[in-house]
């Protein structure tokens, strides 16, 4: 059994080489890496890596720039190995990372993908604890008593509120081609590609062991624009899609609570709060709209 690491990258040299650097130190050596260069105009991560020598590590460097949403779907078709884990490149591992989740995958036979322990940190590399995280780990809570749970069961729990971080996540690779959507939903594709492998069959396996840092870098709160709206029209969108979606497969709980997705409309309901003590008023309506929309 291998992990397969796959990055799409375009960013700062600095964070790549961590990344690379902490899959270097894995205390299993049953990993490979391939990094896939959307045409950042720096070369410096290439040539770090080139001058490694690290026959286990590939990089690539596409033809065209593809864009954020299209290199990571082209990254999720791209994996060798029995396991594929899909990293922000900005992201980095703790040393057991390779060892935990084979071991995951050992113990939970049935199990398309495992999610581990993550320690989320800045852009210096140092722990903190948004809000969106302490959210997370409410939503997450009574899941993380299962450690290993079913589609259905997974599948409401995500609808109730999305509480993975995919980036950590690492994947059985034959049930990748079961993604019907590969390129869509922009921010919440990565959600979708979840429940479509687990309505092919197979469990999410938990394993609270902290091996993975997701980084999650610091960014104005002081505004809800334009880019906001969208991702909220995109997120109902996809609610929308997956409530058809898992009612054709007789997962009706799972359903409802897309058509409800609570934490999304709770989360777009703080936004339209923000506009309008921002005195936005027409974002404020227009949000506050959004927030009591039926799907």
């Known amino acids: 059994m291998s992990v397969h690491f796959v990055v799409p990258y375009y960013l700062d040299a600095r964070f790549l080489i961590e990344l690379v650097d902490s899959v270097r130190k894995q205390t299993s050596d049953q990993w490979r890496l391939t990094v896939v260069d959307d045409r950042y105009p720096d070369t410096t991560a290439e040539e770090y890596v080139r001058g490694l020598g690290d026959p286990r590590i590939e990089y690539v460097r596409n033809e065209r720039n593809l864009g954020a949403t299209a290199n990571v779907s082209r990254c999720m078709t791209l994996g060798k190995e029995e396991y594929l884990v899909v990293m922000g490149a900005d992201d980095a591992l703790e040393p057991r990372y390779v060892e935990v989740v084979l071991e995951a995958f050992k113990r939970y036979p049935n199990a398309v993908m495992v999610h581990p322990g993550v320690i989320v940190v800045d852009g210096d590399s140092r722990p903190t604890d948004s809000l969106a995280d302490k959210i997370k780990r ?32 690492a994947f059985r690779n034959d049930a990748v081609p079961r993604i019907k959507r590969l390129g869509e939903f922009g921010s919440i594709a990565d ?9 092919g069959g197979g469990t999410l396996a938990l394993d ?11 960014s104005s709160h002081s505004s809800i624009g334009a880019h906001s709206v969208r991702r ?7 609610y929308a899609a997956a409530a058809e979606q898992l009612s054709q497969v007789g997962w009706h709980k799972a359903a409802r609570a897309a058509r409800l997705h609570l934490l ?5 309901t703080k936004s339209a709060i923000d506009a309008a003590v921002a005195r936005d008023l027409k974002l404020a309506k227009s949000l506050a709209g959004r927030a009591f929309k039926r799907v």
């Not at 959600?191 to 309505?199: E, G, N």
């Not at 909220?232 to 996809?238: G, P, T």
């Not at 999304?264 to 777009?268: D, K, L, S, T, Y």
């Open 208 to 218: 609270p062991t902290p091996v993975f840092r997701y980084r999650r870098h610091a």
């Open 138 to 169: 409410v939503a997450a809570r009574s899941a993380w008593k299962e450690l290993e749970l079913d589609g259905p069961t997974a599948a409401q729990s995500l609808m109730n509120g999305n509480w993975l971080y995919v980036p950590a996540m």
């Open 264 to 268: 999304c409309r709770g989360h777009i």
């Open 232 to 238: 909220f029209e995109e997120e109902q969108r996809y």
């Open 191 to 199: 959600l979708a590609w979840s429940i479509d492998m687990l309505i």
